[in-house]
C-alpha cells in the first residue's frame, strides 16, 4: 500500500482480555515504531526495530505488553490482561533512511477501549 | 537522559495571528530536531526538520531554528490561517555513529485557528 497500515482501526475489549494490534509499515522501510498517545499525555515511546538489530523495548510500560516483526516487515503488538489504562491510541511509524536523515511515515492508529 | 519539553496547549488565535510554539530539548548527544503536525483524524507528519546548530527549517510558512545555545527549536508562523489548526509535536533524534537513534516526542501543543 502508499502509506502504514494499522487494524484494527478501533478495538473495545473487557478488562483482563489479551489484544493483538497489527501495523503493516511502508514496503522496504527497515525501522518500525511503537508509540502510544493518550489524552493530555501527548506521545509516548513503546519499541523499535531496526533491521536485524536487537530492538529497543525501553518503553514498554510492563511485561504485560510485547511486540514482534516478522520477516522486517509486518508488526504485531501484543497487551496480555488489559487493563483500562491501556486505552489510548496505539501508533505505529515506519521509516526509511534518506539522504542521511529519517523521515517516519505515521499511520492512523488503532483506538484501544478497555472497559 | 534525552527528551523534549515543548509548551502546553491549548493554543487559540485568530486567523493571520502570529504564532510560537516553545521548545525545548535535553540530549546526550548532537541531536537532529523536527516538528511534526496531526490534522484532526489523521496520522502524524513530518513538518520541517533541522540537524545541525543554526540550520533553519521551513515549511508550509512554518520555520524552527536549531539554538544550540539555549537548546530550543520554536515553531514560529507569521501568519496562521485555520487549516493550520492541528496538534504540533516536537521531536528530537540522537543518532550514535551510523546507528539511528529513536525519536523522542514533546507532549504536543494543540493550535486552534478562528477565522
Known sequence: GAGVSQSPSNKV???????ELRCDPISGHTALYWYRQSLGQGLEFLIYF?????????????DRFSAERTGGSVSTL???RTQQEDSAVYLCASSLQDGGWEKLFFGS??????? | GDSVTQMEGPVTLSEEAFLTINCTYTATGYPSLFWYVQYPGEGL?????????DDKGSNKGFEATYRKETTSFHLEKGSVQVSDSAV???????????????????RGTQLTVWP
Request: proline share 3%; glycine share 12%; aromatic share 6%.
Open chain 1, 50 to 62: 531496526q533491521g536485524n538489530s536487537a530492538p529497543d523495548k525501553s518503553g514498554l510500560p510492563s
Open chain 2, 88 to 106: 504540533y509535536f516536537c521531536a528530537l533524534r540522537v543518532d550514535r555513529g551510523s546507528t539511528l537513534g529513536r525519536l523522542y516526542f514533546g
Open chain 1, 78 to 80: 501484543t497487551i496480555q
Open chain 1, 13 to 19: 475489549t473487557e478488562k483482563g482480555k489479551d489484544v
Open chain 2, 45 to 53: 507528519q513530518l513538518l520541517l526538520k533541522a540537524t545541525k546548530a
Open chain 1, 109 to 115: 492508529g488503532t483506538q484501544l477501549s478497555v472497559l
